[in-house]
């Protein structure tokens, strides 16, 4: 059994290695792109893995396969501004 008390017990120990913040983007690129899904009509902007193929990409709605790109990638400028 555990002791609340002892948090060493039940918690993982940190090392340097796990207390490195690294951004996302770094480990999976992903381009922006404004959408619009066929279904409802609705456009917004959205950002996505690279390896994601546009119909696994699902609207708010809840249609999945019927969202498509109304125009080029846009580009994101370093820092995300």
Do not use: F
């Amino acid at each position: 059994m555990l002791d609340c008390k002892n948090y060493s017990e039940w918690t993982p120990k940190q090392t340097e290695k796990d207390s490195k913040i690294t951004g996302i983007e770094d480990n999976m690129p992903h381009e922006v792109a404004e959408l619009i899904c066929l279904n409802c009509h609705e456009r917004w902007i959205g950002a996505y893995p690279q390896k994601t193929l546009l119909k696994n990409l699902a609207c708010k709605c809840g249609a999945t396969g019927l969202v498509i790109k109304t125009g080029q990638t846009l580009e994101v400028e370093e820092g995300g501004k």
